[in-house]
């Protein structure tokens, strides 16, 4: 996998050289073709055997209390959501755009978390009128949802745990932040965050913090992260417009 540097100047070559680009996009589609084919072929048997454990769990509720039936359920409940996130991922630089309002998706994605993310507080805050952009609401739903659950994540079970949700807009750019109160991001993980499939909790796949990096970049548009003892905000950043 490319690090961060690396994507910057393989852009910055392609800029310079449109046959080059040209190239590196059908590699990325063939790429993409790829991982799709090789998801889909796990996904089948994944889900064959997913109805037969529960199937059996239906029919058969006494192996609820066997010592491995718990971890063979967790295992298969890992595989489901690892192909879910792959696809996500494979997907997260493919854009359907459309007038979208920034404040009411916003809205109405804090509105579905609050109920699951309790205890945890979540506010939102608009810092300037915002006016409606063309963009794909279903992909920054997505990146944003994996902000949320990265930050309940890192605030874990504390019962004063905080996230905060802003959006802003400065003439140029959209710039949507979430914050949480969580611990602080060790400084030599900063690096290579938003790398596909690397991760550093026990039970992540590696891949979310790579579907907002998609996003925001499909978007022609950045993310930033910034990390203290106090707080620690993720920020995406999107221009007014850009090419498709």
Not at 5 to 21: R, S
Not at 98 to 115: G, Y
Not at 186 to 192: F, I, K, M, Q, V
């Amino acid at each position: 996998m490319l690090t961060k540097e690396e994507q910057h100047q393989l852009h910055l070559f392609c800029e310079k050289d449109e046959h080059l680009a040209d190239l590196i996009k059908k590699m990325e589609a063939s790429h993409r073709m790829s991982l799709s084919r090789i998801s889909h072929e796990i996904r089948n048997p994944v889900t064959l055997i997913n109805s037969f454990l529960q199937l059996t769990q239906t029919r058969h509720p006494e192996v609820m209390q066997f010592t491995s039936w718990s971890p063979i359920m967790e295992n298969m409940n890992y595989l489901r959501n690892l192909l879910e996130e792959i696809s996500t991922f494979n997907n997260s630089q493919i854009l359907h755009k459309e007038p979208c309002s920034l404040t009411k998706l916003l809205e109405s994605i804090i509105t579905s978390c609050r109920p699951a993310l309790f205890p945890i507080q979540i506010d939102f805050e608009k810092l300037s009128p915002i006016p409606s952009v063309p963009l794909d609401g279903t992909r920054i739903r997505a990146a944003v949802l994996n902000l949320i659950r990265n930050a309940e994540e890192a605030i874990g079970d504390s019962n004063h745990g905080k996230i905060k949700v802003s959006l802003s807009f400065d003439g140029v750019s959209f710039y949507i932040a979430i914050s949480n109160n969580g611990p602080q991001i060790p400084s030599d993980h900063l690096e290579n965050l938003f790398e596909p499939f690397i991760t550093h909790k026990n039970n992540g796949s590696g891949l979310g913090l790579a579907v907002v990096h998609n996003v925001a970049m499909a978007h022609k548009g950045k993310v930033f992260v910034s990390s203290s003892p106090e707080e620690t905000t993720f920020t995406i950043q999107l221009p007014l417009s850009y090419d498709t």
